[in-house]
C-alpha cells in the first residue's frame, strides 16, 4: 500500500511518499520526501508519475526471493523477472485505479470463458459475458449457460474461501450447482466415490482422497511464506489434480484454488487458455514423470498472458 504522509518541520507541511510491501515474511519500503504540501499531489499521481520507478525499486527488493529458483521455475532467467514486474506494476496500476468493479468483471469472464471451454464447454465468450452481466440462461445449451452464472459466483466465494474440508466441497457445490452431467444425473455430493483416470494417468483412490487431501492442506499451511508463491501455487494446483477429489470439475474448482493461493500472495490472478489445453494436459504428465520444469514453465507463460491481458484492462479503464 502506497500513502503520501505529512510531516511538520518548524512550522511547515511537507510531503512524504511511502510504498510499503510485504512479501514472504520480509518487509519492502521506499520513501521519497516531495517537498512542501500542495493540494496538487496526491498519492494516485505521483504513483502514476512514478510508475516505472517505483515499480523497480519493489523489484528490486522481489528479485533476491526469485536468486535461488530462477532456474527451476524456467528455462528463460527473464521471464520470472517479466511476470515479478508486471504483477507489481498492476497492484500499483489497481491502487492508482482503485479497481474498478468492471475490470474485475471482464477479467473473471474472461477467466470463466476459458476455465469452462478447457473441460469441454462451447459457449462462446460474448454469451458467458452476456450471461453474467444479465444473468439471462436463455443460451441453447441450458447447462453451460447455468455453469458461466454459477461460475462467476464461484470466482466471488474465493474471497471467503479457506484452506479445508468445507470450504473446497463449497467451492465445489457452487460450481456445479443444478448442473447436470453427461449422464443425464446431477452432480454428485461430496467427494468421489469411483475410481478415476484422466488421459490414462491414474487418480487418487476415493478411499485415499480425505487423507490425501488433508495432507496436501497441511503442506500449504506449513509451506506459506517458507515456499516462493509461484511455486506453492503451481505444486498445490498440480497435486489437487492428481487427487482429482471430485467426479467432477476438478480442473474448475482447481484453477480457481490457484488463483485464490495467488492472491493471497500478493500476486494478481492468471488465466489458463483454452487454446493451450493440449499443453497443459501435457505439462501436467511431463511433471508427474518428474519433469516439474516443464510444468513451471507452461503456467509461467500462461502467468506472463494473464498479466498482459490485465495491463490491457487496466490500461484501458
Known amino acids: 500500500m502506497a500513502s503520501i504522509d505529512k510531516v511538520k518541520i518548524k512550522g511547515k507541511t511537507y510531503l512524504k511518499f511511502i510504498k510499503k510491501s510485504t512479501f514472504m515474511g520480509k518487509k519492502f519500503v521506499f520513501k521519497e520526501h516531495l517537498g512542501k504540501s500542495t493540494a496538487s499531489i496526491t498519492k494516485e499521481k505521483y504513483l502514476l508519475e512514478n510508475l516505472d520507478k517505483i515499480t523497480n525499486e519493489e523489484l528490486k527488493f ?11 521455475l524456467s528455462h528463460s532467467d ?19 485505479k482503485k479497481y474498478p468493479k468492471a475490470i474485475e468483471t471482464d477479467f473473471a469472464i474472461k477467466f470463466i470463458f476459458n476455465s469452462n471451454n478447457i473441460e469441454g464447454s462451447k459457449i462462446p465468450e460474448n454469451v458467458v459475458k452476456n450471461i453474467i452481466e444479465t444473468g439471462n440462461l436463455s443460451y441453447k445449451n441450458k ?19 479457506n484452506f479445508n474440508f468445507a470450504s473446497i466441497k463449497r467451492l465445489y457445490y457452487i460450481l456445479t450447482n443444478k448442473l447436470i452431467m453427461e449422464n443425464s444425473n ?3 455430493k461430496g467427494f468421489k466415490k469411483v475410481d478415476l483416470v484422466v ?51 476438478n480442473g474448475r474448482t482447481g484453477r480457481l484454488i490457484l488463483n485464490k493461493i495467488l492472491m493471497q500472495n500478493g500476486y494478481p490472478p492468471i488465466i489458463v487458455y483454452e487454446k493451450n489445453k493440449e499443453a ?10 518428474g519433469r516439474k520444469k516443464k ?12 498479466y498482459n491481458y490485465l495491463l490491457e484492462l487496466l490500461n484501458k479503464y
Do not use: C
Not at 62 to 72: C, H, Q, Y
Not at 87 to 93: C, D, G, S, V
Not at 281 to 289: I, P
Not at 295 to 306: G, P, V
Open 62 to 72: 522481489k528479485l533476491d526471493f526469485l536468486k535461488t529458483i530462477s532456474n527451476k
Open 78 to 96: 527473464s521471464l520470472p523477472v517479466k511476470i515479478e514486474e508486471k504483477a507489481i506494476k498492476i497492484n500499483n496500476l489497481k491502487e492508482i
Open 143 to 161: 447447462n453451460e449457460a447455468r455453469e458461466a452464472l454459477n461460475s462467476i459466483d464461484a470466482f466471488e466465494y474465493l474471497k471467503d474461501f
Open 186 to 188: 446431477p452432480y454428485p
Open 199 to 249: 488421459r490414462n494417468s491414474p487418480t487418487s483412490n476415493p478411499s485415499s482422497v480425505e487423507k490425501e487431501l488433508e495432507n496436501l492442506i497441511k503442506w500449504y499451511k506449513k509451506n506459506k511464506g517458507k515456499i516462493h508463491p509461484l511455486i506453492l501455487a503451481f505444486d498445490f494446483h498440480l497435486e489437487y489434480e492428481i487427487i482429482h477429489p471430485f467426479r467432477d470439475a
Open 280 to 289: 497443459y494436459f501435457n505439462a501436467f504428465e511431463k511433471a508427474r514423470d
Open 295 to 306: 510444468y513451471y514453465q507452461f503456467m509461467l507463460e500462461q502467468t506472463d498472458k494473464s
